[in-house]
């Protein structure tokens, strides 16, 4: 099956910029996801990017596409410690009929002083 | 407010039990789904449902089941033949099936003792 991989955690300074690395399988997604959780809390959509983009900017966040080597990122400038949470890629797979997400096992940031 | 909820937040079972997991949305979704999550891996897809009286298995649905009997509420039961059923219990909805777009509940965790 299809596949989305991520580095399990980052540590960051508050202040500096965090970058989230990502790799998925499925060359024919349509859109790549980025999703927050907060501690005990369930996943919120962060940004998404459409497949023939290479950027997207938002604010404090931009994510980055190259689908040649099929790897996502997203950086946060100004990294805050509210910013400390689990941070999950996921792409779009049409499977069984249905469309489905596949996410990835998240990256653990945490910010520091 | 909108939103999903998710009853009870913590929940202790013991071996052989059958539990139920409460899942409520009042933003009027068509789809709801039901994922699972472990420490270290991706959110997996339990059951969905596309409509009300419709659901289909997901990726690791033996030992669960589900109904869909009204719009609002898509419950979980994990059942005595789940084998290893402590986990993180998210429920989620978006306005049809396969939008990328998912709002989630707070999650329910289980642990069975």
């Known amino acids: 099956g299809e596949d989305v991989e991520q580095s399990l955690f980052l540590s960051v300074r508050e202040g500096d910029s965090s970058v989230i690395n990502c790799t998925y399988t499925d060359s024919s997604s349509t859109y790549l996801y980025w999703y927050k959780q907060e501690p005990g809390a369930g996943l919120q959509l962060l940004t998404y990017?459409?497949?023939?983009?290479d950027m997207k900017q938002d604010q404090r966040l931009t994510v980055l596409l190259n689908k040649k080597d099929k790897h996502l990122s997203l950086r946060i400038a100004d990294t805050q410690t509210g910013d400390s949470a689990i941070y999950f890629c996921?792409?779009?797979?049409?499977?069984?009929?249905?469309?489905?997400?596949?996410f990835g096992a998240g990256t653990r940031l945490a910010v520091h002083p | 407010d909108g939103g999903i909820t998710q009853s009870p937040k913590y929940l202790f079972r013991k071996e052989g039990q059958n539990v139920t997991l409460s899942c409520e949305q009042n933003?009027?979704?068509?789809?709801m789904y039901w994922y699972r999550q472990d420490p270290g891996q991706g959110l997996r897809l339990i059951y969905y449902?596309?409509?009300?009286?419709?659901?289909q298995k997901g990726d690791i649905a033996e030992g669960y089941s589900v109904s869909r009997e009204k719009k609002e509420s898509f419950p979980l039961t994990v059942t005595s033949a789940q084998k290893n059923p402590t986990a993180f219990y998210l429920c989620?909805?978006?306005?049809?099936?396969?939008?990328?777009?998912?709002?989630f509940g707070e999650g329910s965790r289980l642990t069975v003792l």
């Open positions: 989620a909805s978006s306005p049809r099936q396969g939008d990328g777009e998912l709002f």
């Open positions: 990017i459409f497949s023939n983009m």
């Open positions: 933003l009027n979704h068509d789809a």
């Open positions: 449902s596309q409509i009300v009286n419709d659901f």
């Open positions: 996921a792409e779009s797979e049409f499977s069984g009929g249905y469309n489905k997400l596949i």
